[in-house]
């Protein structure tokens, strides 16, 4: 090893922590001190719920959403540092760490730069320049670019060796391209340059790979499409990778055409000026010399680096996609987990059916199954007289409340069953609501529903779901996998990985907001409170049906394996109503408990008298009762929790009517103002259900009379909305939706895109478009390969 290279020395893991520190709290806009104490407590292994309620003085009041943001970058920038030492000591290893090598690689602040600045030292297969070097041919290489007056054919004779595989000047010539284009391939600062360079002008190019334009014409609207890198939009991205992951479209990435046919190309010339070789490469009298190097540009370019650039940029359009399509999922996942509850009450859920008869299922307030029917209205039976018979008997033996219906296959037909069984029984006053009934059949299927119900048939336990979804979304819904919930844009085709972990940190955060009711939360429920698993919480539901419910929180601990941590972080999201102690039924952590009996002594008052009674504590200043351990932020939030215990941030239960008539596209007239509930939103819009047994589309233009950058600013997975019928297109199931009453209705057309637009979506003159808003709906590929995911 000469004296120009350093070993490797590993640095110390408190010099690495400090670099993380500091790096998140630049991007985060927080402390270092901030950012250090949450560290320290997400390794002790606190869960984020947990920092963001009860360790506010430790963070200085960090935030759930920064928690999150900051916990997703801490994986990354740990992922970071790892590769960093990994690529130091292999570099060291190989005596070609110099000191100045050293600090680039240590100052990278992104992957992408480490492995750019690793390429040249990377173990690699045997490649041509490697095969060239060894035949000797590097000398010529180094010559010819140090001599400007030189000629490179007259050079190469004396390096052609046939015994070395090179047989002629040509071939030497060759070889020494081969050696300059992989060292200028490899040169990290070129490549950041042409990176920057053809994603800010760079387009995606897409077109119909050969004999398949029958086969896909599902993505006809992509055949011939170009668009730019870094104005694609996700869901666009993500169709154009569909079609080519089905063989049918073929994408490159490329400049404007005009461009493309320049000579030289401008990413060679970029090559050229890069590197300081001179523009007289390209001219019509270049001397030998730079008539060769400029070869060597091209080389580099189109061998080398296109190819690479093509499936790099590709590869981050479709990174950039997924994030947003999982950002868009979780943000639904979340408004569906937390819909307004209808709360304990009985129900009558009803799994609407044809042939197979319509399931029912009575539940108790609890969410106890207390009865099961099959019933058959329609045809092939048509018992109809029967099955009101049936229905009428249920709901008057357990007085139902309220009745949910599954939004599936005669879903309509069902709810004007159920309307007339409401008119027969006017006593009991029942509402009848659609639901969704997205993930029902998974559940079904599942072997938490073969555990929960053994002896129940799997099509009855559909209604059983649809009938506890009604009662407590949150509380259901976690018993189904997310995926199979159906409010995602192109869920199977994202990572994996990343979506279950984006989806599982909303439901921890759903989850632990609300709150949980340890005497009758079911174990998949539990899996998701802070602090415990599914082990904990098959445990705490085993204890429960040993022993019976549990009187105060700290009969959790008699529970089988549930430790003073587990106690620390689930305890405040753990409720226990008419308990021993009214606090067990509040957000208030058990370990601030002296608080409030400072608080109770000051007042001289029972925490029954105190706990709910907002005029209470009239007169008390929150700070008068911090202390070494628990300072204002938390000392406010146990005066908010005294006056208004176990708030729950679901909003109100409301219900949509659905419009008596109006049961089937073929209903649908333009022009008709209509109420639905917002099944799904995407980036180009929001999907609505308006009882016709296909989602119409609100396109993001037609959300607002504003400017809106995001659909979700306007709208929500859940929410009750009035739209107008703009357009029907019956033959391909599209109904396009304004929630603008003002707009017209378009003209009526039978076939072609959604919502009046040509097959690049776009709208004709007159559309009803507004300025400044976004693209129109998508049509073609894109919006029907989304209609069939949904399907």
Same mark, same amino acid.
């Given at each position: 090893?000469?004296?120009?290279?350093?070993?490797?020395?590993?640095?110390?893991?408190?010099?690495?922590?400090?670099?993380?520190?500091?790096?998140?709290?630049?991007?985060?806009?927080?402390?270092?001190?901030?950012?250090?104490?949450?560290? +320290?407590?997400?390794?002790?292994?606190?869960?984020?719920?947990?920092?963001?309620?009860?360790?506010?003085?430790?963070?200085?009041?960090?935030?759930?959403?920064?928690?999150?943001?900051?916990?997703?970058?801490?994986?990354?920038?740990?992922?970071?540092?790892?590769?960093?030492?990994?690529?130091?000591?292999?570099?060291?290893?190989?005596?070609?760490?110099?000191?100045?090598?050293?600090?680039?690689?240590?100052?990278?602040?992104?992957?992408?730069?480490?492995?750019?600045?690793?390429?040249?030292?990377?173990?690699?297969?045997?490649?041509?320049?490697? $095969?060239?070097?060894?035949?000797?041919?590097?000398?010529?290489?180094?010559?010819?670019?140090?001599?400007?007056?030189?000629?490179?054919?007259?050079?190469?004779?004396?390096?052609?060796?046939?015994?070395?595989?090179?047989?002629?000047?040509? /071939?030497?010539?060759?070889?020494?391209?081969?050696?300059?284009?992989?060292?200028?391939?490899?040169?990290?600062?070129?490549?950041?340059?042409?990176?920057?360079?053809?994603?800010?002008?760079?387009?995606?190019?897409?077109?119909?790979?050969?004999?398949?334009?029958?086969?896909?014409?599902?993505?006809?609207?992509?055949?011939?499409?170009?668009?730019?890198?870094?104005?694609?939009?996700?869901?666009?991205?993500?169709?154009?990778?569909?079609?080519?992951?089905?063989?049918?479209?073929?994408?490159?990435?490329?400049?404007?055409?005009?461009?493309?046919?320049?000579?030289?190309?401008?990413?060679?010339?970029?090559?050229?000026?890069?590197?300081?070789?001179?523009?007289?490469?390209?001219?019509?009298?270049?001397?030998?010399?730079?008539?060769?190097?400029?070869?060597?540009?091209?080389?580099?370019?189109?061998?080398? &680096?296109?190819?690479?650039?093509?499936?790099?940029?590709?590869?981050?359009?479709?990174?950039?996609?997924?994030?947003?399509?999982?950002?868009?999922?979780?943000?639904?996942?979340?408004?569906?987990?937390?819909?307004?509850?209808?709360?304990?009450?009985?129900?009558?859920?009803?799994?609407?059916?044809?042939?197979?008869?319509?399931?029912?299922?009575?539940?108790?307030?609890?969410?106890?199954?207390?009865?099961?029917?099959?019933?058959?209205?329609?045809?092939?039976?048509? +018992?109809?007289?029967?099955?009101? /018979?049936?229905?009428?008997? &249920?709901?008057?033996?357990?007085?139902?409340? &309220? $009745?949910?219906?599954?939004?599936?296959?005669?879903?309509?037909?069902?709810?004007?069953?159920?309307?007339?069984?409401?008119?027969?029984?006017?006593?009991?006053?029942?509402?009848?609501?659609?639901?969704?009934?997205?993930?029902?059949?998974?559940?079904?299927?599942?072997?938490?529903?073969?555990?929960?119900?053994?002896?129940?048939?799997?099509?009855?336990?559909?209604?059983?779901?649809?009938?506890?979804?009604?009662?407590?979304?949150?509380?259901?819904?976690?018993?189904?996998?997310?995926?199979?919930?159906?409010?995602?844009?192109?869920?199977?085709?994202?990572?994996?990985?990343?979506?279950?972990?984006?989806?599982?940190?909303?439901?921890? +955060?759903?989850?632990?907001?609300?709150?949980?009711?340890?005497?009758?939360?079911?174990?998949?429920?539990?899996?998701?409170?802070?602090?415990?698993?599914?082990?904990?919480?098959?445990?705490?539901?085993?204890?429960?049906?040993?022993?019976?419910?549990?009187?105060?929180?700290?009969?959790?601990?008699?529970?089988?394996?549930?430790?003073?941590?587990?106690?620390?972080?689930?305890?405040?999201?753990?409720?226990?109503?008419?308990?021993? @102690?009214?606090?067990?039924?509040?957000?208030?952590?058990?370990?601030?408990?002296?608080?409030?009996?400072? $608080?109770?002594?000051?007042?001289?008052?029972?925490?029954?008298?105190?706990?709910? @009674?907002?005029?209470?504590?009239?007169?008390?200043?929150?700070?008068?009762?911090?202390?070494?351990?628990?300072?204002?932020?938390?000392?406010?939030?146990?005066?908010?929790?005294?006056?208004?215990?176990?708030?729950?941030?679901?909003?109100?239960?409301?219900?949509?009517?659905?419009?008596?008539?109006?049961?089937?596209?073929?209903?649908?007239?333009?022009?008709?103002?209509?109420?639905?509930?917002?099944?799904?939103?995407?980036?180009?819009?929001?999907?609505?259900? $308006?009882?016709?047994?296909?989602?119409?589309?609100?396109?993001?233009?037609?959300?607002?009379?504003?400017?809106?950058?995001?659909?979700?600013?306007?709208?929500?997975?859940?929410?009750?909305?009035?739209?107008?019928?703009?357009?029907?297109?019956?033959?391909?199931?599209?109904?396009?939706?304004?929630?603008?009453?003002?707009?017209?209705?378009?003209?009526?057309?039978?076939?072609?895109? /959604?919502?009046?637009?040509?097959?690049?979506?776009?709208?004709?003159?007159?559309?009803?478009?507004?300025?400044?808003?976004?693209?129109?709906?998508?049509?073609?590929?894109?919006?029907?390969?989304?209609?069939?995911?949904?399907?």
């Amino acid at each position: 090893m000469s004296d120009t290279t350093l070993s490797f020395v590993a640095e110390p893991p408190e010099a690495v922590k400090a670099r993380i520190v500091a790096q998140l709290a630049n991007e985060l806009g927080v402390r270092a001190a901030q950012v250090a104490a949450t560290l +320290d407590l997400l390794d002790d292994g606190a869960t984020v719920p947990f920092i963001a309620r009860y360790r506010k003085e430790a963070t200085g009041g960090l935030d759930d959403t920064v928690l999150r943001n900051l916990d997703v970058r801490l994986v990354y920038l740990r992922e970071l540092e790892e590769r960093r030492g990994a690529i130091l000591e292999s570099v060291a290893q190989q005596g070609k760490l110099t000191a100045a090598l050293d600090k680039e690689l240590r100052d990278a602040d992104t992957k992408q730069r480490l492995e750019d600045l690793y390429a040249p030292y990377k173990p690699k297969r045997r490649t041509r320049a490697q $095969i060239a070097r060894e035949a000797g041919l590097e000398p010529l290489a180094d010559a010819i670019l140090a001599d400007a007056a030189c000629d490179p054919q007259a050079l190469a004779e004396g390096y052609v060796k046939p015994d070395a595989g090179v047989a002629d000047a040509k /071939a030497a010539l060759d070889g020494a391209r081969d050696i300059l284009a992989e060292r200028y391939a490899e040169n990290a600062d070129l490549i950041a340059n042409l990176r920057e360079h053809l994603w800010s002008t760079g387009l995606l190019v897409s077109k119909v790979a050969e004999g398949k334009e029958a086969e896909g014409d599902n993505f006809r609207d992509w055949f011939d499409f170009s668009e730019a890198l870094r104005s694609l939009p996700s869901h666009r991205i993500l169709a154009l990778l569909r079609g080519r992951q089905q063989g049918v479209l073929e994408l490159r990435v490329g400049l404007e055409p005009e461009r493309e046919a320049l000579v030289p190309h401008p990413c060679v010339a970029r090559v050229a000026d890069f590197l300081k070789l001179g523009r007289d490469l390209f001219a019509t009298d270049a001397t030998p010399r730079a008539r060769w190097l400029g070869e060597v540009c091209r080389w580099t370019w189109r061998v080398k &680096l296109l190819t690479a650039f093509e499936t790099e940029l590709i590869g981050k359009l479709r990174e950039t996609a997924e994030t947003q399509a999982i950002h868009v999922f979780a943000e639904n996942l979340k408004d569906l987990l937390l819909a307004a509850p209808a709360g304990p009450k009985t129900v009558l859920g009803l799994d609407p059916g044809i042939r197979t008869g319509v399931k029912v299922a009575v539940i108790d307030p609890t969410g106890k199954l207390v009865d099961t029917a099959t019933v058959y209205p329609f045809e092939p039976r048509r +018992d109809r007289t029967g099955s009101l /018979a049936t229905l009428a008997a &249920l709901a008057k033996r357990h007085k139902v409340e &309220l $009745i949910a219906i599954g939004n599936g296959t005669a879903s309509r037909e069902t709810e004007k069953l159920a309307a007339e069984l409401s008119s027969a029984l006017p006593e009991l006053n029942m509402n009848r609501i659609v639901v969704s009934e997205a993930g029902a059949s998974v559940y079904s299927a599942s072997e938490l529903a073969a555990a929960e119900f053994p002896d129940l048939d799997v099509s009855l336990r559909g209604a059983v779901s649809i009938a506890r979804r009604l009662q407590d979304p949150l509380a259901e819904l976690v018993k189904i996998e997310p995926k199979a919930i159906g409010v995602g844009q192109y869920q199977h085709d994202v990572n994996q990985r990343e979506l279950a972990r984006s989806l599982d940190a909303v439901i921890e +955060d759903c989850v632990n907001a609300v709150g949980v009711d340890v005497n009758t939360a079911s174990a998949p429920l539990l899996t998701r409170v802070s602090g415990l698993n599914s082990t904990l919480a098959r445990n705490i539901v085993a204890h429960r049906d040993s022993h019976g419910a549990f009187a105060s929180r700290r009969a959790l601990l008699d529970v089988s394996r549930f430790g003073d941590k587990a106690f620390e972080q689930a305890a405040g999201f753990l409720r226990i109503p008419q308990g021993d @102690n009214p606090l067990d039924a509040s957000s208030v952590h058990p370990e601030a408990y002296p608080v409030v009996e400072r $608080i109770l002594a000051r007042i001289q008052a029972d925490a029954r008298q105190v706990v709910g @009674n907002r005029d209470a504590l009239k007169g008390l200043s929150p700070s008068e009762f911090t202390d070494e351990r628990f300072g204002l932020p938390t000392v406010k939030d146990i005066f908010s929790e005294l006056e208004k215990p176990g708030r729950d941030p679901r909003p109100e239960f409301k219900t949509a009517t659905f419009k008596e008539g109006v049961e089937t596209l073929n209903d649908l007239l333009p022009g008709m103002i209509l109420e639905g509930v917002v099944t799904n939103v995407a980036a180009f819009g929001a999907f609505v259900d $308006i009882g016709v047994h296909q989602d119409g589309l609100v396109h993001i233009s037609a959300l607002s009379d504003k400017f809106i950058k995001e659909a979700r600013d306007v709208v929500r997975v859940g929410q009750t909305v009035k739209v107008k019928v703009q357009e029907v297109d019956a033959a391909r199931k599209r109904i396009a939706l304004t929630m603008r009453l003002d707009d017209d209705a378009l003209p009526a057309r039978r076939s072609g895109p /959604a919502a009046g637009n040509d097959s690049r979506g776009n709208r004709p003159a007159g559309g009803g478009k507004r300025p400044g808003q976004s693209a129109p709906p998508p049509g073609g590929a894109m919006a029907e390969a989304f209609a069939r995911l949904k399907r």
